[in-house]
């Protein structure tokens, strides 16, 4: 509420501001949800009728019509009550900094997948520069694979796989590092800012 009317003694409704803020807040909280595996979304209080809507949003490949997806669920969502909503966040958050860096491995893998298959060659040699230890092979042969899927509408085998082997990259190169999770989270903060990396095309 914004407050009470002096005249009238009525309260006040939320203002446009607040609208589009907290309709911006619960879309975000519907990328995040998206974004996560079918495991991560077991453990959280999320109704029935939501988790549909999630597995659509998740098995959409075309980045257009992922959007449009994310915005009916962000919809949908808007219908549920605020205690729901906020209880979806605790429980995201109850997992702490490891629950956010792995979250946020999510994200980096997602847009890699992206810009490998957009950009071809050139967005491979910059992972490998960046992840050196990155199986060259494997992964342009992922690539060459999920595009024929896309091109002849296939199940997306091979896209999920190669999301698969981007997050094994990225946690292998944590690990070798030896970097805690707080570290880790900064660092991904860090690159999601930088310009090109976009916007993840789909989640696995």
Partial sequence: M???NEDSGEYLGPSRKQNRREALEVLSLADDLAALSENQLGKLPIPEGL????ADARRITSHIARKRQLAFLAKQMRRESDETLEAIRDAMDAG?????????????????????LDDGDAALAELLDAYPEADRQRLR????????ERAK?????????LFRELRGV?????L???EDAAAEEARLEDEADEPGNGDGDDAP
């Fill in 2 to 4: 914004r407050g009470i």
């Fill in 51 to 54: 988790l549909t809507h999630i």
């Fill in 96 to 116: 702490g900094t490891a629950a956010r860096v792995e979250t946020a491995q999510l994200h980096r893998a997602e847009a890699w997948r992206t810009r490998l």
């Fill in 141 to 148: 042969q992922l690539v060459r694979n999920a595009l024929a």
């Fill in 153 to 161: 509408n296939k199940p997306p085998a091979a896209f999920r796989e």
């Fill in 170 to 174: 990225f946690a292998a190169a944590s």
């Fill in 176 to 178: 070798a590092a030896g």
